[in-house]
């Protein structure tokens, strides 16, 4: 391949077309005689592409899509990875709280069959023996993995689906940590009567509150606020 070395064979122009739009280029960089090149000094461009105004533009599926989405290619992000670790807590809990409901449940159950079956005669010592085991067992189980669902049940309602549901503004609210808690609470006595049902949520607000406390003091203390962290994510992935 043949490169021309003359700039009018190269650029397809001759060198006084060239010069001439040159010049034309810097008389409208100098001079700004063309109004749509000025840039607008009194245009806050910080404050357009601000995490705030990122925040409020979004909605609350796009901040539920950062959060809790599994697509491969925002595993990488902060905030993806804090929602995958979050999702896990309620489950380690269930598993936690239902084993220790569960043997504690077992222990009670065996006074509990030595009570109900004082007066009855087994064929030997080994049949009563299996009787209770069985008894145990069954009731430690039941009751284990009953509380160990609710737990997972609870926390998880409580924590991500009805807290992330009310967060319309975006933001770590104490109120928001409150209202879910309170809302979950009630749901869980839904069949013991509204009067039930609006104790369970006002006690369930409580320990909502509490956690909402503890929550902003570690997000803030930690600068991993929800505001900030989604504010990294769309420049990481917006490139905004």
């Known amino acids: 391949m043949n490169i021309p070395d003359a700039d009018e064979d190269l650029l397809a122009i001759d060198t006084e077309k060239l010069d001439s739009i040159l010049e ?17 000094e009194t245009y806050n461009f910080s404050k357009q592409f601000s995490p705030i105004f990122r925040l409020y533009s979004s ?22 990875k804090l929602g995958r670790t979050a999702r896990k807590i309620p489950v380690y809990l269930g598993i936690s709280i239902g084993m220790i409901a569960g043997v504690m449940r077992a222990f009670v159950s065996y006074d509990e069959f030595l009570r109900a079956n004082k007066y009855t005669i087994f064929v030997n010592n080994e049949t009563a023996r299996r009787h209770s085991l069985d008894h145990c067992i069954l009731k430690g189980a039941v ?14 309602s409580s924590k991500h ?8 503004s975006g933001e770590n609210k104490l109120l928001e940590h409150a209202v879910g808690w309170g809302i979950t609470g009630s749901l869980y006595c839904f069949n013991r009567g509204f009067k039930r049902m609006l104790i369970a949520g006002m006690i369930a607000s409580v320990p909502g ?26 420049n990481e992935t917006q490139k905004i």
Do not use: W
Request: net charge negative; charged share 20%.
């Open 209 to 234: 509150l509490l956690t909402g406390v503890l929550s902003m003091l570690a997000c803030r203390a930690s600068n991993s606020t929800f505001e900030e962290l989604y504010a990294k994510y769309l």
């Open 161 to 168: 689906s009805t807290v992330t549901v009310l967060r319309n």
């Open 143 to 156: 009751f284990g993995i009953s509380t160990g669902c609710k737990t997972d049940i609870f926390f998880y």
């Open 59 to 80: 909605t609350i599926y796009d901040r539920i899509h950062a959060v809790y989405s599994t697509d491969p290619f925002l595993s990488d992000q902060e905030l993806n």
């Open 24 to 40: 034309n280029r810097d008389e409208v960089i100098n001079n700004q005689t063309i109004p749509e090149l000025i840039p607008d």
